[in-house]
C-alpha cells in the first residue's frame, strides 16, 4: 500500500475514534470495587441497528460504544456506564444487529441466557415496519408471536432477570421534519425505509396513503410490545412509550442516512428510557 494512502487510512481511524469517544471525562468508578445491592453483574441488548449506535461514528457501520444500551464510549451517558458506578465488574453484551426483525429475536435472547444477562434491553421493530412496500411489512399478529416467543426465551432462561422493553421511535415525524430538507431526501433515496421514506417529496394520494399506513403499523407494534412486556410479569418493564413521544429532529440523526441516531440521538434514547430501567428510581 502506499505510504500516502496508509496515512490516509490512519488518519481517517482516528477520525472515527474521536467521533466514538469525544473528549468527555471517563465515568468514575467505585473506589473499593464493592458491587451496590441490586446491582446486575451482566446487561445484554438486544434489537436492531439502532442500539448497536449505526452510523454514530464517521461510517455507516456499527459502532457499539455510542449504544444508548450497553455502550462504553464517553459520548453517550448509557444504561451501561450509569450501571458500571454502581458494579465496576459489570460486563455488557450487545447482541442486536443491523436489520434484525422481531423474528431474531429469540436467538438474541438465547444469547443473553448463555451470558446470564440479568438486565436486558429489548428495542425491536422498526425494520418489520421498514420494508420494501407496505403488504411486505411483518403482519401485526406474526410480530406479536415472535416477540413473545423471545421474551419466553428469557423468561425461561432467566426468570430473575429485569427486562426492559422500549417502544419504537416516531419514524413518521422523522419523515415530517426531513422531507423538505433536500440532504435528508437525497440520502433516504437510497432506500432507507422505502416503505416510509420512498418518494420522500411526493405529495400524491396514494404515497400519503402508503405514509399513514405505515404510521398505523408502528402504532400497532408498539401497542403489541406494551402488552407483550405486561403479559411477561413484574420483571419486564415497558417505557411507556417514551422513546415514540421523542421529538427526534434531524439534529438527533445522523448525517450520512438521515435516519439513525447519532451520539445526540443515542444519549436521548439513554436518558429517556433509563427512567423506565427500575434502576433510576
Not at 226 to 232: K, P, V
Request: net charge positive; charged share 25%; glycine share 8%.
Amino acid at each position: 500500500m502506499p505510504k500516502r494512502w496508509t496515512t490516509a487510512v490512519v488518519s481517517l481511524l482516528a477520525l472515527v475514534a474521536l467521533a466514538c469517544e469525544g473528549g468527555a471525562e471517563p465515568t468514575p468508578r467505585p473506589s473499593d470495587g464493592t458491587p451496590l445491592a441490586g446491582a446486575p453483574k451482566v446487561v445484554a441488548a438486544l434489537g436492531d441497528s439502532i442500539t448497536t449506535g449505526f452510523g454514530s461514528c464517521l461510517v455507516l457501520t456499527s459502532c457499539e460504544r455510542n449504544s444508548w444500551s450497553t455502550g462504553d464510549g464517553l459520548r453517550v451517558e448509557s444504561h451501561f456506564r450509569r450501571l458500571v458506578d454502581r458494579n465496576p465488574g459489570l460486563r455488557g453484551h450487545n447482541h442486536a444487529r443491523p436489520g434484525a426483525r422481531a423474528a431474531a429475536l429469540a436467538g438474541q435472547a438465547e444469547r443473553a441466557v448463555r451470558d446470564r444477562a440479568d438486565y436486558v434491553t429489548v428495542l425491536i421493530g422498526a425494520n418489520d415496519a421498514c420494508r420494501g412496500t407496505i403488504d411486505a411489512m411483518t403482519p401485526v399478529t406474526e410480530f406479536r408471536a415472535e416477540v413473545d416467543r423471545g421474551l419466553r426465551v428469557l423468561r425461561e432462561g432467566r426468570p430473575k432477570a429485569r427486562v426492559l422493553v422500549v417502544s419504537i421511535p416516531d419514524l413518521y415525524r422523522l419523515w415530517e421534519v426531513g422531507h423538505d430538507d433536500s440532504r435528508a431526501a437525497r440520502a433516504w433515496r437510497r432506500g432507507v425505509c422505502p416503505a416510509l421514506l420512498a418518494d420522500a417529496t411526493s405529495d400524491a394520494p396514494a404515497d400519503r396513503a402508503r405514509r399513514a399506513e405505515f404510521r398505523e403499523r408502528i402504532d400497532a407494534y408498539n401497542s403489541q410490545l406494551r402488552a407483550a412486556c405486561r403479559a411477561y410479569g413484574s420483571r419486564c418493564r415497558h417505557d411507556g412509550g417514551a422513546v415514540h413521544r421523542v421529538r427526534f429532529d434531524l439534529d438527533l440523526v445522523n448525517r450520512l442516512d438521515y435516519f439513525h441516531p447519532d451520539t445526540d440521538g443515542q444519549s436521548r434514547l439513554a436518558e429517556v428510557t433509563w427512567r423506565s430501567s427500575g434502576y433510576a428510581d
